[in-house]
Nanobody
């Protein structure tokens, strides 16, 4: 199983980005998937989860701004990020069980 995250970039505060996580392997539709992030000098933190039946969960700091969703046919998970803030700057990682993607950098300028 391999996870490939993409979609990061530089955006001004208040802007939007959509991250993607493409999964190779056959377990995509059956297991929950997560987004994590690691800001410079900080520990990696959990951001959001989507379960196999589509239930979602978010950390408080992104509720109402971020949306996690997936496309089972494309074996891809997404993180729609709106109203981005400088404190959202981090490398974003996708995860499924013990498998992690390499991360994609999101930089939000003030």
């Amino acid at each position: 199983v391999q996870l490939q995250a993409s979609g990061g970039g530089l955006v001004q505060a208040g802007g939007s980005l959509t991250l993607s996580c493409a999964v190779s392997g056959s377990i995509f539709r059956f297991n929950a998937m997560n987004w994590y992030r690691q800001a410079p000098g900080k520990q990696r933190e959990y951001v959001a989860t989507i379960t196999n039946n589509g239930a979602t969960d978010y950390i408080n700091s992104v509720k109402g701004r971020f949306t996690i969703y997936k496309d089972n046919r494309k074996k891809t998970m997404y993180l729609q990020m709106n109203n981005l803030k400088p404190e959202d700057t981090a490398v974003y990682y996708c995860r499924q069980d013990e498998y992690w993607g390499h991360g994609t950098l999101v930089t939000v300028s003030s």
